[in-house]
């Protein structure tokens, strides 16, 4: 069965250190990866997805990056953290030309 | 920008009540999907209906769309304390294209 992992699970970090999440998927092969933010009490907003590994596809131009070293691997990436990159990162998958997604646990990411 | 809006925004009821929430979206759709997001965790997939169905049943859930007024309903019978959650809908505009949520319906169920 395929299962879907993000580290760390909550992070502090202070204004304008750099940031890394990490997304990894298990059991299944070129899977599409999805990164959403969700500010807390809303919905989520789509901020990356990638269809194979080096495709990206941005969605909101922003203070943030993502990379797909590896098939099953999504990185979520900054050089200087804002305060307003506080909130809820969520990773998800899909098999390729379906439209139902997966979620991880998610990332609570609090800039201070 | 949200392709859906979920109406009510917070719902509270008593176990056992049945709980209806709605989605309303702006565009044509391939297919519209009902996630369920329990509080600080991941969202898990609920359901699907595709833009030719009109009704769908899985379990105690029980999903409506009605493509000519852009909307949809997701219907929780006889809920419990465990269906205590947020729940989003989300639409796909073409075969295999993202997902776009709305803004969610936050459900209390009071044992």
């Known amino acids: 069965s395929q299962t879907i992992h993000q580290w760390p699970a909550t992070l502090v970090q202070p204004v304008g250190s750099p940031l890394s999440l990490e997304c990894t998927v298990e059991g299944t092969s070129n899977p599409n990866l999805y990164w959403y933010r969700q500010a807390a009490g809303r919905g989520l907003q789509l901020l990356f997805y990638s269809v194979g590994i080096g495709q990206i596809s941005s969605e909101v131009p922003q203070n943030l990056s993502a990379s797909r070293p590896q098939d099953r691997q999504f990185i979520l990436s900054s050089k200087k953290l804002l305060l307003s990159d506080s909130g809820f990162y969520l990773c998800a998958w899909g098999l390729a030309g379906a439209e139902t997604q997966y979620f991880g646990p998610g990332t609570r990411l609090l800039v201070l | 920008s949200q392709q859906g809006e979920e109406d009510p925004q917070a719902l509270s009821i008593q176990e056992g009540e049945n709980a209806t929430m709605n989605c309303s979206y702006k565009?044509?759709?391939?297919?519209l999907q009902w996630y369920r997001q329990n509080s600080g965790r991941g969202l898990v997939h609920l359901i699907l209906?595709?833009?030719?169905?009109r009704e769908k049943h899985s379990g105690r859930l029980r999903v409506t769309l009605d493509t000519s007024k852009k909307s949809s309903s997701l219907l929780i019978t006889a809920s419990r304390a465990a269906d205590t959650a947020s729940y989003f809908c989300?639409?796909?505009?073409?075969?295999?294209?993202?997902?776009?949520f709305g803004g969610g319906t936050r459900v209390l169920v009071k044992p």
């Open positions: 989300a639409t796909v505009k073409a075969a295999g294209n993202k997902l776009t």
């Open positions: 565009t044509s759709i391939n297919n």
């Open positions: 209906i595709r833009s030719n169905e």
